[in-house]
């Protein structure tokens, strides 16, 4: 669950701040804070100041030519919705559904997940999809 989450929080902050600058804004924004307010109604009003906060940020620093700015905006916006799918894991699929109707046009994301565990001289070759082994 922790690495859904991680990747969920993940899609949530890049869309978050693609969405910032965007037309879409206002319906991103009343999205986000019905989240909140499901489960954090006091917190409403801060969450509110932070999404303003970072569209004012991510507008004045396009301004400025720094292109770092969004990829800040949503490694912060991650952080804040990893944590609150980790304290309300029960909005994973409101959180989802969210996404879907923000960025309908979004690919759908494959995740892999792979482990392995070599000892000795032994090798592991692993892939996500197609590998080839040129060995003698």
Not at 27 to 47: C, I, K, M, Y
Not at 57 to 79: I, K, M, P, Q, T
Not at 86 to 98: D, Q
Request: glycine letters at 6%.
């Amino acid at each position: 669950m922790d690495s859904e989450i991680a990747l969920l929080a993940g899609t949530a902050g890049t869309t978050i701040a693609t969405l910032l600058a965007t037309d879409a804004w206002s319906g991103a924004r009343n999205g986000v804070l019905a989240l909140w307010r499901r489960v954090r109604p006091d917190d409403e009003e801060q969450v509110a100041a932070q999404l303003d906060t970072s569209r004012r940020d991510l507008l004045d620093a396009r301004s400025d030519g720094d292109e770092e700015a969004e990829r800040e905006v949503a490694l912060e916006w991650r952080g804040r919705v990893r944590r609150l799918l980790v304290a309300h894991p029960e909005l994973a699929a409101e959180l989802r559904a969210l996404l879907t109707e923000l960025a309908p046009d979004a690919p759908a994301t494959v995740t892999v997940t792979q482990r392995a565990t070599a000892s000795g001289s032994s090798r592991v070759y692993q892939a996500g999809r197609d590998l080839t082994i040129d060995r003698p």
